[in-house]
């Protein structure tokens, strides 16, 4: 199970999502009922359509109802010299000279922005607790990496 730690931009963003998908409901059951009163239902295709929609759709609205009283949001950081969730990290790929910024966010923020690492992932639970200027090793496919940390930022 993803841990249940949130920002609190990316928990605004999950409120915002559930108010929206309740906006959506209503529309496809509009749909839906104007493709039922068409007739016969099992050759239906937009019938058919829309029930798999709305089914999609309560699915996704008990998930969201139920996730959202678990979270916890994090927002009350006094150590900014370390890395702890929240936390943009700018790290240097020694083994390639490149440098990458990624920030440590919760499982449900993933698809809000493309250098967001969970909390629960491998590099961002190697990054944690750590400081400026040290240096982790990090594993993926087969393959180590070593990052040195060049700067810890918090929003």
């Known amino acids: 199970m993803a841990s249940p730690y949130i920002t609190p931009e990316g928990f605004e963003k999950l409120k915002t ?12 059951v509009n749909a839906l009922s104007d493709a039922a009163a068409e007739g016969d239902r099992s050759e239906n295709a937009e019938y058919i359509y829309r029930k798999k929609e709305l089914r999609h759709i309560d699915s996704k609205i008990r998930y969201l109802q139920n996730r959202l009283h678990e979270l916890r949001i994090v927002d009350n950081i006094k ?3 370390h890395i702890y969730f929240g936390a943009w990290v700018t790290l240097e790929d020694l083994s390639a000279n490149n440098i990458l910024r990624k920030r440590i966010v919760g499982y449900d923020e993933l698809d809000f922005h493309e250098d967001y690492i969970s909390i629960d992932s491998p590099l961002a639970r190697s990054l944690l607790n ?3 200027q040290e240096v982790i090793e990090y594993t993926i496919k087969n393959s180590q990496i070593t990052y040195k940390i060049i700067n810890i930022t918090y929003p």
Do not use: L
Request: without cysteine; charged residues 50%.
């Open 17 to 28: 999502d559930y108010k929206n998908i309740w906006d959506k409901r209503r529309i496809v």
């Open 79 to 81: 150590d900014t010299e």
């Open 130 to 132: 750590k400081s400026i």
